[in-house]
Structure formats: structure tokens, C-alpha cells
Nanobody, 116 residues
């Protein structure tokens, strides 16, 4: 299974940006999908995740600003980022996991830059 992200780019502080991720292939039963990010010099962190039954979790710093959604029938996951801040600048990675496992399937990442 491969994960391919799209939608990154440059956005002004306070603006909005949407990311998409498509999973293709077979042999990996996806239970949950999520978005991680990694800023220069920092560790990768889980921004948001969602299970196939709709349970969502968010990093505290994005709660109320970012929204994750998932289409299990299409193996797609989305991240809508609103009221973005410069500290949201990072490479955003799509990830997926099977039931009772850690996130272990990764996309190549897409750059999000928040700057005026």
C-alpha cells in the first residue's frame, strides 16, 4: 500500500489550507489514518488521527483549528487547517495503521509553510 499526500504549499498566517492523502494498493487493512508533521530541528509529532469508526484525536495546539476527516470507502484522509500559524510550518506526513498497531505506513510528505 502506498500513501500519497497532496495540497501543501504557502499560506499566510490566519489563512486556510487543505491536505489530502490517498492510499492505494492492497494487503494492508487500514484501521486508522493520521497526519504527522516535522519541523526543522524538531521531532515528528502526531497532529491528528482518525479511526475507521470516526474517532478523532488532535494535538492540543491544533485543536479547534484543524479538522481531520476520513473516507474509509476510498481510503482517503483529509486535513483542513484553518487559522494557521507560523509554528504550523512543517513537512506533513500522512500515515496509516492496522488495528492494534502503531502507525507504520508513511507517505513522502508535503511541505506546509505559513508565512507572510
Amino acid at each position: 500500500v502506498q500513501l500519497v499526500e497532496s495540497g501543501g504549499g504557502l499560506v499566510q498566517p490566519g489563512g486556510s489550507l487543505g491536505l489530502s492523502c490517498a492510499a492505494s494498493g492492497s494487503g494492508f487493512s487500514i484501521y486508522a489514518m493520521g497526519w504527522y508533521r516535522q519541523a526543522p530541528g524538531k521531532q515528528r509529532e502526531l497532529v491528528a488521527s482518525m479511526t475507521s469508526n470516526g474517532k478523532a484525536d488532535y494535538l492540543d495546539s491544533v485543536e479547534g483549528r484543524f479538522t481531520i476527516s476520513m473516507d474509509s470507502t476510498k481510503n482517503m484522509v483529509y486535513l483542513q487547517m484553518n487559522m494557521v500559524k507560523p509554528e504550523d510550518t512543517a513537512v506533513y506526513y500522512c500515515s496509516a495503521r492496522r488495528y492494534a498497531e502503531q502507525f507504520g505506513l508513511w507517505g513522502l510528505g508535503t511541505q506546509v509553510t505559513v508565512s507572510s
